[in-house]
């Protein structure tokens, strides 16, 4: 599980599941890359990491355009990446019917255009490690079942699922593994903002909480899956698709 001078990207790194994950490999000795929109929060994480020369990039993913050469210069200031982790995201929960094709255009822009662009950076010669390199992708298990109100968000994530598997297949020539971890629901600020849309906590105790047999996830079980994938443990994983959602799947 080691990963000392492994050099690898965190999109999301500011907050939730993206923050733990930076900081769980860094433990195992991985310098982190954290890109997020938000610098002070990004510094505050940073100070958390353990080791050294960690680095943040603030940067908008919504700028499909410019993630070209937000990846240009990183692997020019700090060279090839061992690694990219795609944890940032949103949510969007309404009833289907009332969905615009604008808000089905800015969710895919951030949890599936975004990964994409950076996907297709990542491949590049120049700009991973050719003996190995890893790519992991946040999903959820709203992509692998059903939940209303949730059709939105879980077509994006569906979409990381799908996506993965295809390019596991593409480049595993190349030693470019690609997984995809499909968490349940996990404390972080886009549940308490899923949350707010609870008439009470008794609603929500009921109409989440209790549906996870082992109750809501933290964002430190998914970084510990993480740090499985792109340590020694994921040598022999692509195209994997790995549930950790408290029994949500089974017990719904």
């Known amino acids: 599980m080691k990963l000392e001078g492994k050099r690898i990207l965190i999109t999301g790194g500011s907050s939730g599941i993206g923050a733990a994950t930076a900081v769980e490999v860094s433990k195992l000795g991985a310098s982190c890359i954290l890109v997020a929109r938000d610098e002070s929060k990004l510094e505050k994480i940073r100070e958390t990491l353990h080791g050294e020369g960690h680095q943040i990039y603030p940067f908008d993913l919504l700028k499909l355009k410019e993630i070209s050469a937000l990846i240009e210069r990183i692997t020019s200031e700090s060279g090839?990446?061992?690694?990219?982790?795609?944890?940032?995201?949103?949510?969007?929960?309404?009833?289907?019917?009332?969905?615009?094709?604008?808000?089905?255009?800015?969710?895919?822009?951030?949890?599936?255009?975004?990964?994409w662009c950076l996907a297709q950076e990542f491949v590049k010669k120049k700009n991973?490690?050719?003996?190995?390199?890893?790519?992991?992708?946040?999903?959820?298990?709203?992509?692998?079942?059903?939940?209303?109100?949730?059709?939105?968000?879980?077509?994006?994530?569906?979409?990381?699922?799908?996506?993965?598997?295809?390019?596991?297949?593409?480049?595993?020539?190349?030693?470019?593994r690609f997984n995809c971890i499909c968490p349940g629901y996990v404390q972080t600020p886009m549940l308490e903002r899923a949350k707010r849309l609870y008439p009470d906590e008794s609603s929500f105790e009921?109409?989440?909480?209790?549906?996870?047999?082992?109750?809501?996830g933290l964002p430190e079980d998914v970084a510990k899956a993480v740090a499985f994938f792109v340590g020694e443990g994921g040598r022999w994983a692509t195209g994997s698709t790995l549930v950790i959602d408290g029994g949500y799947s089974y017990a719904k």
């Open 80 to 115: 090839p990446l061992y690694g990219l982790i795609h944890c940032a995201g949103m949510d969007n929960t309404q009833p289907f019917r009332t969905i615009t094709i604008e808000e089905l255009d800015l969710l895919m822009d951030l949890n599936f255009k975004s990964f």
């Open 128 to 176: 991973h490690e050719k003996e190995d390199s890893r790519v992991i992708a946040i999903g959820s298990v709203a992509a692998l079942s059903g939940i209303a109100g949730n059709s939105l968000y879980a077509a994006s994530k569906g979409a990381l699922v799908s996506l993965t598997k295809s390019l596991a297949a593409e480049y595993a020539a190349k030693n470019i």
């Open 206 to 216: 009921n109409g989440i909480v209790k549906k996870h047999p082992l109750g809501l």
